[in-house]
């Protein structure tokens, strides 16, 4: 079911879910989470996270900013005297889970609205976009719908020691995502380990479990041709869940329309930076995209 983060709240796109289905009795008590006040020895306290690990990637800076500032997860309780337990909660969630309470943290702290500094990719005129965080689009999921979801191969690989010409993926967690982070820009071996940690097994019985479990690494997948890599990669962005940072954009000057994968550079800030510019100053080109299968760096 689509919403936008505004009409979603502090409510889970997804929820705690188990490999096979089910979810887990220790996060039954609620689908929500909340935050505490936002004082200045907290920020204090934030801050000293960068201060004493400038080499943290934006995924586990999330995951530690997450750790202090909420105060329930799930219904468990996660105030600072929890933290590394809430860490371990947030590693274990679906990534949609902890980008979207990432977002709603940015907009109660920082506002509603940022503003994007933009390149046109037809005239190369440099304008700014102005955001509205609370309108993005949100797919949840809602009963009957399956957490799991059965995509075919272009054909029969050697796949976890048996001949397969289907895969069951399912959400990935927030570990596989900060794992994803840090894999640098062999963008391969990226895809692989996006498939890789989407994937849950095999077939799906009747009430929606997962058939037949296993896991798999992005070596194990190594068998995949670039095609068949496209072609799951596409699958899995057509059927993922969360927050979709994608934005439909207008050129003021060519009315040219583009559309932009975005990511939050600045959790203190206003302004945001766009792939575009991003790629401009690292000489590359720049696409941070989002997935719930999908990979995003929230707060970079």
């Given amino acids: 079911m689509k919403t936008t983060i505004d009409k979603l709240g502090c409510r889970f796109p997804i929820g705690p879910i188990?490999?096979?289905g089910e979810v887990p009795e220790l996060m039954t008590q609620s689908r929500t989470f909340s935050?505490?006040?936002?004082?200045?020895?907290?920020?204090?306290k934030i801050g000293e996270i960068r201060e004493n690990n400038k080499a943290i990637s934006a995924a586990q800076h999330a995951q530690e900013v997450l750790s202090i500032v909420l105060a329930s997860w799930a219904g468990q309780p996660t105030n600072a005297s929890h933290r590394e337990r809430t860490k371990l909660f947030l590693a274990v969630a679906a990534a949609a889970d902890v980008l979207t309470a990432w977002l709603q943290l940015r907009r109660i702290v920082?506002?509603?609205?940022?503003?994007?500094?933009l390149v046109c990719p037809f005239c190369d005129n440099k304008f700014d976009y102005r955001v509205d965080l609370g309108s993005i689009e949100v797919e949840t999921l809602?009963?009957?719908?399956?957490?799991?979801?059965?995509?075919?191969?272009?054909?029969?690989y050697m796949i976890a020691g048996k001949l397969r010409s289907e895969l069951t993926f399912g959400e990935v967690t927030w570990q596989h995502h900060i794992d994803m982070v840090g894999m640098g820009f062999n963008i391969p071996r990226i895809e692989l380990a996006s498939i890789a940690a989407a994937v849950k097994g095999a077939g799906l019985t009747q009430?929606?479990?997962?058939?037949?479990?296993f896991s798999v690494s992005g070596v194990d997948l190594e068998v995949l041709p670039k095609p068949s890599r496209d072609g799951l990669l596409q699958y899995l962005k057509e059927n993922r869940l969360g927050p979709d940072f994608g934005l439909d954009v207008r050129c003021p000057v060519s009315a040219c329309r583009h559309r932009i994968e975005t990511s939050i550079d600045?959790?203190?800030t206003n302004?945001?930076?766009?792939?575009?510019?991003?790629?401009?100053?690292?000489g590359r080109k720049s696409s941070i995209s989002h997935m719930a299968t999908k990979a995003d760096s929230p707060g970079t």
């Fill in 18 to 20: 188990g490999a096979d």
């Fill in 110 to 117: 920082a506002g509603n609205f940022c503003t994007m500094n």
């Fill in 271 to 282: 302004r945001i930076s766009s792939p575009s510019e991003r790629g401009k100053k690292y």
């Fill in 266 to 268: 600045s959790f203190f």
């Fill in 35 to 44: 935050f505490c006040d936002w004082t200045t020895p907290l920020e204090l």
């Fill in 142 to 156: 809602s009963p009957p719908m399956d957490p799991h979801f059965v995509a075919p191969l272009d054909s029969e």
């Fill in 207 to 213: 009430k929606g479990f997962v058939e037949e479990p």
